[in-house]
Nanobody
Framework: QVQLVESGGGLVQAGGSLRLSCTAS????????MGWFRQAPGKERELVSA????????YYADSVRDRFTISRDNAKNTVYLQMNSLKPEDTAVYYC?????????????????WGQGTQVTVSS
C-alpha cells in the first residue's frame, strides 16, 4: 500500500501561481511513477501531468503544457506540481496518484493509489 498526502491547494486569482506537494509513504518512492489528476464538478477525472520514477520523463496534458511543471525529490518522497498562469478552467480538486513501475506512467489506467485531493480554485 501507498499513502499519499497532498497540500498546497487554495484560492488564487487568474494569472497567479500555486505549488502542490504530495508526500508518499508505505513503499519505496523511487520505485513509483507519480501523477497529478484533477476533477472539476460534472467532469471526469483527467491526468494532468506525470513523472517517471527517475524524473527523467514527464507528461503533460495539452491544456496545461507550458504552464505547469511536475518534479520530484526522491530523497524527500515528494512530488510537486508548479502551476503558473492559472486560469478559471483549472479550478478542480487535484489528486496525487502513484503507479507501479510495470505500468505506463503517462496512462491514467496505470495508477492504483490515490491521495485525498486538494481544492484549487481560480477566480476570474
Amino acid at each position: 500500500q501507498v499513502q499519499l498526502v497532498e497540500s498546497g491547494g487554495g484560492l488564487v486569482q487568474a494569472g497567479g501561481s500555486l505549488r502542490l506537494s504530495c508526500t508518499a509513504s508505505g513503499r519505496t518512492f523511487s520505485r513509483l511513477n507519480m501523477g497529478w489528476f484533477r476533477q472539476a464538478p460534472g467532469k471526469e477525472r483527467e491526468l494532468v501531468s506525470a513523472i517517471r520514477w527517475s524524473g527523467g520523463l514527464t507528461y503533460y496534458a495539452d491544456s496545461v503544457r507550458d504552464r505547469f511543471t511536475i518534479s520530484r525529490d526522491n530523497a524527500k518522497n515528494t512530488v510537486y506540481l508548479q502551476m503558473n498562469s492559472l486560469k478559471p478552467e483549472d479550478t478542480a480538486v487535484y489528486y496525487c496518484a502513484a503507479a507501479a513501475l510495470s505500468g505506463t506512467y503517462s496512462s491514467a489506467s496505470a495508477y492504483d493509489f490515490w491521495g485525498q485531493g486538494t481544492q484549487v480554485t481560480v477566480s476570474s
